[in-house]
């Protein structure tokens, strides 16, 4: 055990100096940096917020209560509006994404993520820098859709899930009801619709070919193509990839691969518990680290601070 952690230090070791050296830093974020940084979707938080459809439902994790096929769309949005509040509005419950922005300070970086949760902005990256690719819990779109329109769902969600018994602390942390359990359903005149159309208002999330493309997701994708092209011109390039799988790899992953690949300048990292690894190719340019996120990103912090 003292051995597999003299070599996790190592090789977080190694980052910090890559981390040091590179002219400019691309950082792939996948589901992985979220749970990391405390968006846990089972045990104590599930019970929490949702004890109450799990004991009708049946279901054990709020991903599976997502595809549950609820008998009507007020008992739907009143299990989605929880869902969306605590893992879009309410407080970050760990420090990763504030310990990756402060390890990037004064560096030339830019994000793309598959994370929906906008973290990122909330912990203080410039949205100038950020590219979400798969959509934002916080917006809504038509179901249809009717146009290639988002909106802010904020003030929706949240009286939704007032009118379930809940309360909204200051800091957005969701409280439960000071008397009795909360209701399981939102009354219809709750439920979101298109402002253009009046069709039934969906979250702006990649699931099926009705996902929005905004004009705002489209200025992102083309800052992202900007910064790729204008960094890889000989700079020492560092394709930093955190808790990214196999559910989009062609998003993140087989890009960051195939560009460290084609530029002898590039190096690339990846941070990821369980599921650490690499194209053979790149191999001798490449750092994985098979670590808890949260404790590597403390630790290169923790460097950068000394």
């Known amino acids: 055990m003292e051995a597999v952690q003299m070599h996790l230090d190592a090789e977080a070791a190694r980052l910090g100096e890559e981390l ?16 990391a940084a405390g968006f846990t979707y089972t045990g104590e938080r599930f019970k929490r917020y949702f004890g109450d ?38 407080p970050i419950p760990g420090s990763a994404y504030d310990d990756l922005r402060k390890i990037l300070e004064g ?17 203080g990256f410039a949205k100038d820098r950020l590219f979400y690719t798969q959509g934002d819990y916080g917006l809504f779109q038509c179901s249809g859709p009717c146009c290639q329109e988002t909106w802010d769902d904020e003030e929706v969600v949240r009286a939704m899930v ?18 009795g359990a909360p209701k399981m359903a939102v009354p219809d005149e709750s439920l979101p619709t298109c402002p253009h159309c009046g069709r039934p208002a969906v979250m702006n999330l990649r699931a099926d070919g009705t996902f929005v493309e905004d004009a705002g ?16 011109d000989g700079r020492r390039v560092l394709f930093l990839e955190l808790g990214v799988g196999y559910n989009t790899p062609v998003i993140i992953k087989y890009p960051f691969w195939r560009m460290t690949a084609h530029d002898p300048n590039a190096r690339y990292a990846t941070v990821n518990l369980g599921d650490a ?30």
């Open 20 to 35: 040091a050296a590179a002219d400019a830093i691309v950082v792939g974020a996948g589901a992985g940096l979220s749970t």
């Open 53 to 90: 459809f799990a004991r009708v439902y049946g279901f054990r994790d709020m991903y599976s209560g997502g595809f549950f096929p609820y008998e009507t769309p007020g008992k739907r949005w009143a299990f989605w509006s929880r869902y969306i509040w605590i893992n879009r509005f309410a």
């Open 107 to 123: 560096k030339d970086a830019f994000v793309i993520t598959t994370n929906v949760d906008h973290c990122f902005q909330r912990a």
């Open 162 to 179: 007032e009118a379930q018994g809940f309360r909204v602390a200051g800091d957005g942390e969701l409280l439960l009801p000071e008397n």
């Open 217 to 232: 997701w489209h200025e992102a994708a083309q800052r992202y193509r900007e910064f790729l092209r204008t960094r890889q």
């Open 277 to 306: 690894e690499v194209f053979e190719g790149i191999r001798d340019r490449a750092i994985c680290i098979d670590g808890d996120i949260a404790e590597v990103l403390g630790a290169l912090k923790g460097l950068k601070d000394e």
